[in-house]
Each structure stands twice: as C-alpha cells, then as structure tokens.
C-alpha cells in the first residue's frame, strides 16, 4: 500500500486531497503516515480517525489536549509545534502533499524530501522562498517534486515529452481575481469581504486575498522561474477571466501547448496522486459550446505592482524570494486585520525590500534552510514596522 502523509489537510488543497483519497479507497488504498492542521482539530482528528492514520499533528501547543481528547481511544499519536510537524515528517512516505499555507510551509516539505519522498507541492512560498536549496535538496536524495499549483501542474503536462531546449515561453493564466473590474481609484478602499469574492476558484481566505492582489500570481512567476529553471523574460502572465486554459507553454516553432479544464484543484491534485498514470478524476467536463468563448487581456501594470516586484525579485534572487513572500505576509495579515488598505500591501513589500537592499543587500543566496528562516525572519520585523507606520498614518 501506498504510504500517504499530508500536510495541511484541514485545508482547501488538503480537504480536495482527502476527498480524492477516499473516492480511490480511503483507509483499504492508502496507508496515512501522517495528517496536519492548525485549530480545526475536530476536523483533523475526524479524518485521522477516516483513514486510520498514525499520527496527526497541530501546529499549535494549546490545541494539543483537544487533539488528543477527540483521538482518545483511535490509538492514533497526537502531537503539536513545529518540530512534530518535522518529526511527522520524518517517517517515511511515498507521497506526500505539502499544503500547509504560507512559509510554515516550507520547513516539513524539505524535510520530507530527505526520505526521497514524492512531494506534491501545492505549496508555492516553498520556491519562492528557497527554490535552489529544495530543487538540489530533490536531486541530492533522488526525491520528486510534482507541482500541484494549477498553472505549474498545467505546464508539467504541457512539457510531457518535449524537450526543455524546445521552449521558447511559458504563458502564465491569471484569472484577475475577485476586484479585477474594479476602477482603479476604488481599489484602494477593497474591503477584505469584496476581495475573498473569487469569481471562479474556491481556495483558503490568503491565497484568495493574493488573487485580487496579483500577489499570487506574482509568486507563481517566482515559481516558474524556480521550478522549471527558465529565464524571467520566458514568462509571461496573461489575465484570462474565465480560468479555463490553466496556463500554456509556447516551443521554438511558435506551437502552443495548454492544459484546459474547469476550476477545480483535483484536476491538479489528483494528477500528482495518480502520476505517472491519468485516473478518473471527479471533475466537471467542459462544453465548448456552453462555453461559447475564452478571452484574455493584458494585466494593467499601475493595477498591478506586484508583477513588477516579482520581476525584480527574479533579477536579484539570493534573498530577494524569501523577503518578498515575508513582506507579502505581514502585509496580508495586516490587510486581513484592518490596518492597512487593499493598496497598501504592495507598498510594504516595496519598501521592505528597498529598506532590506539597502541594508545588507539581497543578492546572497541562501546556502541553508537555516539562512533562508533568518531572512524570513528579518524581512518579517522590518515588514511589521512598516506596516504599522502605514497603519498610523492611516489612522492619524
Ligand atoms: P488553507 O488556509 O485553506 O489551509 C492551510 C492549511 O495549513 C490548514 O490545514 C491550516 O491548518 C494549515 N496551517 C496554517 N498555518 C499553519 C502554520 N503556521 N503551521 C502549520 N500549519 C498551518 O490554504 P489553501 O488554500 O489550502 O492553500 C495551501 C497552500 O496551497 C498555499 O501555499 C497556497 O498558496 C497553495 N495553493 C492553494 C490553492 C487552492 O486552491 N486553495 C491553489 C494553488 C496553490
Ligand atoms: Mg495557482
């Protein structure tokens, strides 16, 4: 049997996970190594209980007794922090989903890739933050890292059988996210409700948050880059508002190849749990003619500043990646928390990036998880403080 763990599964990435897992044959096809949460730990336990797991694991100390109480009896291990979450991912596993949300992400990720494990990786600040050290991390221990971001698991297929040489760009699908009709000079004043309004994916509250931003997207051309090891000027983002081509890749003698389906993450989930095969997928089939047309336009820069900062964060690398996705997180949190307006993210990640450059320079690439954690960490409390300057200004 096929040795499971999944981390984040009280998730959108992680709940699709499961639900494909258990449409396959739940606990009489899968051995689960180990399931992980956060706070939800009815739900946690509950599906630990499902698939007759062997461990599952909070990521907070104080849910822990409410774990083990909704275990009691399962003979399931409960445990909590991050360093259950490393030793979770320690035991050995043949696939392993990484869907925690956000860098908490990256640490049991690149754990797991010591095992020689192949890791499914929705999670997409992994190589943003620390794309060189996972990728040699893979290759040093003969472990695979399958995309399961739809546009990347789009271009994986797209590049079945084709040579890297042969590719001339990669086209990058961007829905354009909850606001993307909004007049500029009300995108200011976006409210965290009217930007959690997708028009066409259902996934977690920040990845939702970073559509309306292009945050998102500007991490999945950071992803790109890193994953598929292309230039930065090979990648083009093109906002295409239905999300049915989920992104394309262009080969030297002008043919393009997409992958087209409906919005719906078991597409490329499921793709990474079935891979190298195609299974049957519980997915909606599209009607071309239903359909009628697909359009597309070009993103708006002014609207956009996050692609710009993504290409600049290309150009540097060292840290530069892990600052970004830091900055971006602190200024979410204080998006989320009311402090600062839709518009403002990107000028913290700005400045924190300038205010980082100037400081120590960026360009020093990580030579350890270690250093990647302690520009996170830097680029975290110098984020904070602007934030809250912004946030006083606002105020004042
Ligand atoms: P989510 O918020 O729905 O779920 C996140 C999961 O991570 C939950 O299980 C939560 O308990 C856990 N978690 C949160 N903070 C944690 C921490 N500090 N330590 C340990 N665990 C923690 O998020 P999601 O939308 O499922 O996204 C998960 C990842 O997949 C993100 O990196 C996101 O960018 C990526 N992704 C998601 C989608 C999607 O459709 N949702 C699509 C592409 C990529
Ligand atoms: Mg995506």
Redesign the pocket.
């Known amino acids: 049997m096929r040795r499971v763990s999944v981390f ?7 709940e699709s996970t499961f639900d494909l897992m258990m449409r396959a044959g739940g606990a009489e096809a899968f051995h689960t190594v180990a399931l ?3 706070r ?1 730990v009815s739900r946690l336990a509950e599906m630990a209980r499902t698939l007759r797991a062997e461990v599952a694991v909070t ?1 907070h100390d104080d849910c822990l007794p409410a774990l083990r109480a909704a275990l009691d009896g399962s003979g399931i291990t409960a445990a909590a922090g991050p360093e259950a ?1 490393l030793e979770a991912a320690d035991r050995p596993a043949d696939w392993v989903m990484s ?4 860098a ?2 990256l640490a049991p990720g690149f754990r797991a890739l010591r095992h020689g494990t192949t890791l499914a990786l ?4 992994s190589l943003v933050t620390a794309g060189p050290l996972l990728m040699a991390e893979a290759a040093r221990h003969g472990a695979r890292i399958l995309p ?3 546009e990347h698991s789009a271009i994986f297929q797209a590049l079945v059988g084709e040579d890297m040489a042969a590719v001339e760009r990669i086209v990058l699908t961007a829905s354009g996210g909850a606001l993307r009709d909004w007049p500029l000079d009300k995108l200011a004043k976006a409210t965290v409700a009217e930007a959690l309004a997708h028009p066409n ?1 259902s ?5 939702t948050i970073d559509s309306a931003s292009m945050f998102n997207k500007a991490l999945e051309v950071i992803e790109t880059r890193e994953y598929f090891g292309v230039a930065p000027e090979q990648i083009e983002v093109i906002i295409h508002p239905e999300s049915i081509i989920h992104s394309m890749v262009g080969y030297r003698d002008g043919a393009i190849m997409a992958h087209l389906g409906v919005a719906d ?1 078991r597409h490329a989930i499921g793709y990474a749990l079935n891979w190298p095969e195609r299974g049957e997928l519980p997915v909606a089939r599209l009607d071309f003619a239903a359909l009628g047309r697909l359009s597309f336009r070009a993103p708006d820069e002014a609207r956009y500043p996050a692609l710009r900062l993504a290409r600049e964060v290309m150009a540097v690398r060292g840290q530069a990646g892990a600052t970004f996705n830091a900055a971006k997180e602190i200024a979410l949190d204080h998006f989320i928390g009311g402090e600062v307006g839709f518009a403002d993210m990107a000028g913290i990640v700005e400045d924190t990036l300038a205010a980082l450059s100037r400081e120590t320079g960026l360009g020093n690439a990580p030579k350890s998880l270690q250093e990647v954690l302690a520009a996170d960490a830097r680029a975290r409390a110098l984020a904070t403080g602007i934030a809250t300057a912004v946030a006083a200004r606002r105020a004042g």
């Not at 869907?99 to 956000?102: L, M, R, S, T």
């Not at 929705?122 to 600040?125: F, G, S, V, W």
């Open positions: 984040g599964a009280t998730g959108s990435i992680g992980t949460g956060g939800n990521a979450l869907a925690i949300v956000g908490a992400g929705a999670n997409k600040e399961v971001d739809s994916w996934m977690g509250p920040r990845i993450m």
